[in-house]
């Protein structure tokens, strides 16, 4: 499972984990998952759906459809007379479904149905804040030798701090020599490389990394 702690079998490519199921998309409350995170957090009145072990299991943009279905089922379950759940709008990101809400009454509502809810087969799911969720950066690194699955595993034991479980695959291109890649990493695994000088140490040598758009040191 991507995103566990421990030894990962390696970073994974760029797409979404969890499964989805399809089914009827529910009138209530409208939202088509266009909205930006920008936007979102800006709005001042959002909240995060996730995974129960958030970093650990995150949602998919399936999910994220799921997600939508559901809590429109819950909307029309509801009573003609009385309380409706006020949401603005959606989006999907950082592996969680932010949810733009009218009011602090839909954030009650939300938070008290959101842990009850079944959105797919074997769903856990809780309401966050946006300051919960995981932050990225893009990076570049050169490793040398021949690809090797075995370089996370090494990267993760040989460098205290560097959690490789998180990072996402976005590019792998072999070169003369050494392989280069694109990754997504979480932030806090940044300052890990950043103190070795960007040189985290890769099993039979040392890989460099650097920070996508910046000069890495030691490279042309």
Same mark, same amino acid.
């Not at 970073?11 to 409208?30: D, F, I, L, M």
């Not at 479980?165 to 932030?187: A, F, M, P, Q």
């Not at 940044?190 to 000088?197: C, S, Y």
């Given at each position: ?100 809400? +009218?009011?602090? #009454?839909?954030? $009650?509502?939300?938070?008290?149905? *959101? /842990?009850?809810?079944?959105? %797919? ?58 392989? +280069?890649?694109? #990754?997504?990493? $979480?932030?806090?695994?940044?300052? *890990? /490389?950043?103190?070795?000088? %960007? ?22």
């Amino acid at each position: 499972m991507p995103g566990q702690h421990g030894p990962p079998t390696g970073a994974k490519q760029e797409t979404a984990v969890g499964q989805g199921h399809s089914g009827r998309q529910a009138k209530r409350p409208r939202e088509s998952g266009q909205l930006g995170y920008t936007r979102a957090a800006r709005e001042g009145i959002q909240v995060a759906v996730v995974c129960e072990d958030y970093p650990g299991s995150q949602i998919s943009r399936e999910n994220f459809a799921d997600i939508q279905r559901a809590i429109g089922r819950l909307v029309d379950e509801l009573p003609e007379e009385g309380f409706t759940p006020r949401l603005v709008e959606s989006c999907w990101t950082k592996g969680a479904a932010i949810k733009v809400r +009218h009011n602090e #009454l839909t954030k $009650d509502w939300l938070a008290a149905r *959101v /842990p009850t809810l079944v959105a %797919w087969e074997g769903s856990r799911l809780k309401i966050a804040g946006l300051d919960a969720l995981s932050t990225y950066k893009r990076v570049v690194a050169w490793f040398p030798g021949p690809m090797d699955t075995k370089r996370y595993l090494w990267l993760w034991r040989l460098n205290q701090g560097l959690d490789t479980g998180y990072w996402r695959l976005y590019e792998c291109k072999e070169e003369s020599n050494e392989v +280069h890649l694109v #990754l997504r990493i $979480d932030t806090a695994s940044v300052a *890990v /490389p950043k103190g070795l000088r %960007w040189r985290p140490f890769s099993g039979v040598g040392q890989a460099i990394f650097s920070l996508l758009g910046a000069k890495p040191e030691g490279k042309k």
